[in-house]
């Protein structure tokens, strides 16, 4: 039995919810995607791949990022630094203020969270807008890192994210129109 999954067998594994969280809105559910051990392993290896060799740190965003951030890190042979909420983190942090849809958020992670750790890729679930991914871009260049390239599982391209962390390369598994 061949152990690596195609595009095509991952994405059949991603649930789609309608109308959640709110009427109007596709939801791309991946929790049966990382409860199945085969989809599991072959989205880290993937994620992982075209980084080996290439990074110094992983960054996982709050919160299904660290899912995936921490074997990412695992795999590339590297940490896992994270972005959290703020209120999350107990040492001295930054933080990183970005809009939402409606409102704004904001991302924190610990100062001393790249120490010595130049070449990030940052990991997430998900690429939508782009705005949480953008202000944890902004969190490492203010911790002294260099985003080298931003992996996602899935990334919604109608929403054109990657146009906000241009020119970092983006690389995403899975695509949605």
Do not use: W
């Amino acid at each position: 039995m061949e152990s690596r999954m195609i595009v095509e067998e991952i994405k059949k594994l991603i649930r789609n919810v309608p109308d959640f969280p709110k009427p109007g809105i596709m939801f791309r559910d991946f929790t049966p995607l990382i409860a199945d051990a085969r989809g599991l392993a072959a989205v880290v290896d993937q994620l992982a791949e075209p980084y080996l060799g290439k990074v110094d740190a992983v960054v996982g965003i709050e919160s299904r990022g660290f899912i995936v951030g921490a074997p990412v890190a695992y795999r590339l042979g590297v940490g896992l630094a994270i972005a959290r909420k703020p209120g999350k983190l107990p040492f001295h942090t930054y933080d990183q203020a970005y809009d939402l849809e409606y409102g704004s958020a904001t991302l924190q992670m610990h100062q001393d969270a790249l120490a010595g750790k130049g070449r990030v890729l940052l990991v997430d679930d998900l690429l939508a807008t782009g705005g949480t991914a953008a202000a944890a871009l902004q969190l490492v260049r203010k911790l002294g890192g260099n985003v080298i390239g931003c992996a996602f599982v899935v990334e919604l391209d109608a929403l054109k994210g990657r146009e906000r962390l241009a020119p970092v390369n983006c690389y995403s598994l899975i695509h949605y129109d």
